[in-house]
């Protein structure tokens, strides 16, 4: 079945300071992915849709200045977790779809 | 109301019983209906699409009650592996977004 791949798979980083999240399909192209967040024990939350060419479109109640995301081509998404706190410390997925949804690996960030 | 409601659990049963999970969904417009299954700190994966004559794969039975907006996952003869956390997934109609519930976590014991 098709691959997502996600990068990091793990970050640390300090409070204030700004991470970097890659998505990519690995052999299909993606018009929209998604971006989630699991906090533990808790289901997937959608954060905000990823639209290649244009801007996202976030879910209620997400900042959308702090959480900035890129969709520059049809195999990548970013997404920049801003001034991050650790209140932002969580599992970040991303998804895409191809004949059915695929979701990446997951990065789990933690801030101090 | 939370859009997709499950029983969080946790179950433990033991090996070889059968298991049952319930899902309800809040949206009419809902169209869509999957399982996925999720390991601990790993991403979701699809187990089975649900749909309205009811299905099965293997040891998998999955049957869908849209009147009553209802979804349920039977697992027969459970096996050590099948321990995880089953995440009912729902797509509106007209939106690409999947719709997740809390999940039920399953621990098959030896």
């Known amino acids: 079945g098709a691959v997502v791949s996600q990068h990091p798979s793990w970050v640390i980083c300090k409070s204030g300071t700004s991470v970097k999240i890659e998505c990519r399909s690995l052999d299909f192209q993606a018009t929209t992915m998604f971006w989630y967040r699991q906090f533990p024990k808790q289901s997937l939350m959608l954060m905000a849709t990823s639209n290649e060419g244009s801007k996202a479109t976030y879910e209620q109640g997400v900042e959308k200045d702090k959480f900035l995301i890129n969709h520059a081509s049809l195999t990548l998404s970013t997404l920049t977790v801003t001034s991050a706190h650790p209140e932002d410390s969580s599992f970040y997925i991303c998804?895409?779809?191809?004949?059915?949804?695929?979701f990446g690996p997951g990065t789990r960030l933690t801030v101090t | 109301r939370k859009e997709v409601e499950q029983d969080p659990g946790p179950f433990n049963v033991p090996e070889g019983a059968t298991v049952a999970f319930n899902c309800t969904y809040s949206?009419?417009?809902?169209?869509?209906f999957f399982w996925y299954r999720q390991d601990c700190r790993k991403e979701p994966k699809l187990l089975m699409s649900v749909y309205s004559s009811g299905n099965e794969d293997g040891r998998f039975t999955a049957q869908l009650n849209r009147a009553s907006q209802y979804i349920s996952l039977l697992i027969r003869d459970s096996k050590l592996s099948d321990s995880a956390t089953y995440l009912c997934v729902v797509n509106v109609r007209g939106a690409q977004k999947l719709v997740f519930g809390q999940g039920t976590r399953l621990t098959i014991n030896p």
């Open positions: 949206n009419s417009a809902s169209q869509s």
């Open positions: 998804s895409a779809r191809d004949d059915e949804q695929y």
